[in-house]
């Protein structure tokens, strides 16, 4: 990565000064560094929303990046802190599942406990690890610290259940991660399985009742109030209304989507 080194960070801190406070270690630690903000209003506690907001950093960012991810119900308890090395890329927070699309991105990362107080900022905070552990761990990362010297490797960081999609007889079958801020259902089946799959066959999606013939290429290719599936930013599979929002369409609660089974036939 050339240039300064990069600093993302992901939390559920919404507004008030918790962000910034953790940008004031870093820059304490080295003033150069670039900071770029991913999302501060991920629902409070939600870790697998966090992991999916990372999971859309790891094709975006340069090689080198580090990763400063808080979503931490845990704080102050026995979870650890933890730097994950991948990808070309270091993520720092808590052990909780966080980094799973992570681990699974690269099947040789490797993780360190945090267990270096030097490196981190005094007193220890039992409910701001944010600050204390974390954003100096990422500053010094940026200095070119190695994750064998910030802490101890580990072979098992914590993963949540995330599903894989799979063939039953003639039907594809995926899985709903989450919902974006305009109702979308993001899955888990990738450009490349839908299309292999459908062997440029027509397609009938199914999930959450809601039957769409067919895949667009826009949400302006359906009608207003339409539900159409399409491939999105991520090259995923996504289930939408045109200027609407299937969550609502579909009469469920976000916490109601991970997990929800999407079935794809060909016609």
């Not at 933890?82 to 799973?100: I, K």
Request: proline share 8%; with cysteine.
């Amino acid at each position: 990565m050339s240039g300064p080194p990069l600093i993302t960070l992901t939390s559920d801190f919404g507004a008030g000064p918790f962000v910034g406070l953790m940008k004031g270690v870093i820059l304490g630690i080295y003033p150069q560094v670039r900071l770029v903000d991913l999302c501060h209003d991920i629902p409070p506690q939600d870790v697998r929303a966090g992991a999916l907001v990372l999971e859309q950093a790891l094709g975006v960012f340069p090689s080198g990046s580090v990763h400063l991810a808080v979503v931490d119900p845990g704080v102050g308890t026995e979870r650890r802190p933890l730097v994950v090395e991948a990808l070309d890329m270091l993520f720092v927070g808590p052990d909780n599942g966080l980094f799973t699309p992570v681990l699974l991105a690269d099947p040789s990362a490797r993780a360190y406990v945090l267990d270096k107080p030097r490196y981190h900022r005094q007193p220890v905070s039992a409910t701001f690890h944010g600050r204390d552990i974390f954003a100096p761990v990422a500053a010094h990362l940026t200095w070119g610290i190695s994750p064998e010297e910030l802490g101890s490797y580990i072979g098992d960081p914590i993963r949540l259940d995330w599903p894989r999609p799979y063939r039953r007889e003639e039907i594809l079958l995926g899985h709903v991660l989450g919902v974006d801020r305009f109702g979308n259902l993001q899955t888990n089946l990738s450009r490349w399985e839908v299309e292999a799959f459908l062997a440029g066959r027509p397609a009938e999606i199914q999930s959450a009742g809601l039957v769409i013939e067919g895949l667009s290429q826009s949400y302006g290719q359906a009608e207003p109030g339409a539900a159409l599936a399409l491939f999105n930013s991520l090259d995923r599979l996504e289930l939408a209304v045109n200027r609407g929002s299937a969550l609502v369409r579909a009469g469920l609660a976000s916490a109601d989507l991970f997990g929800l089974e999407v079935r794809v036939r060909t016609r």
